[in-house]
């Protein structure tokens, strides 16, 4: 059974910085595409950082470049997502993805996402 947990999500300040971790079991998880997504209230989920598996290249979105960093450790099969310089408009659910190909508009599985408030 596939499962992708996040946690980490919570309250802070603008200017802060939180860790968020994604769990993965069930599948081979260095064999799989993986990204963060989030979706804030009223917009579109967006893709947020990824690595795609094969090509073993990284994508972060133009909005949270030089802030936030992701990084996988394959041994826990697990993705983290390091979040400084918070900013109010990073409130939003944060979900993790896996897919087995290489394309992040084609994940195959999800997490149910973990919440991020940032204050002003």
């Known amino acids: 059974q596939v499962q992708l947990v996040e946690s980490g999500g919570g309250l802070v300040q603008a200017g802060g910085s939180l860790r968020l971790s994604c769990a993965a079991s069930?599948?081979?998880?260095?064999?799989?595409?993986m990204g963060w997504f989030r979706r804030a209230p009223g917009k579109e989920r967006e893709l947020v950082a990824g690595?795609?598996?094969?090509?073993?290249?990284?994508y972060y979105a133009d909005s949270v470049k030089g802030r936030f960093t992701m990084s996988r450790e394959n041994a826990k099969n697990t993705l983290y997502l390091q979040m400084n310089s918070l900013k109010p408009e990073d409130t939003a659910v944060y979900y993790c993805?896996?897919?087995?190909?290489?394309?992040?508009?084609?994940?195959?599985?999800w997490g149910k996402g973990t919440l991020v408030t940032v204050s002003s």
């Open positions: 069930g599948f081979t998880f260095i064999r799989h595409t």
């Open positions: 993805a896996a897919g087995a190909s290489d394309s992040f508009s084609r994940m195959d599985y």
């Open positions: 690595i795609r598996w094969v090509a073993i290249t990284t």
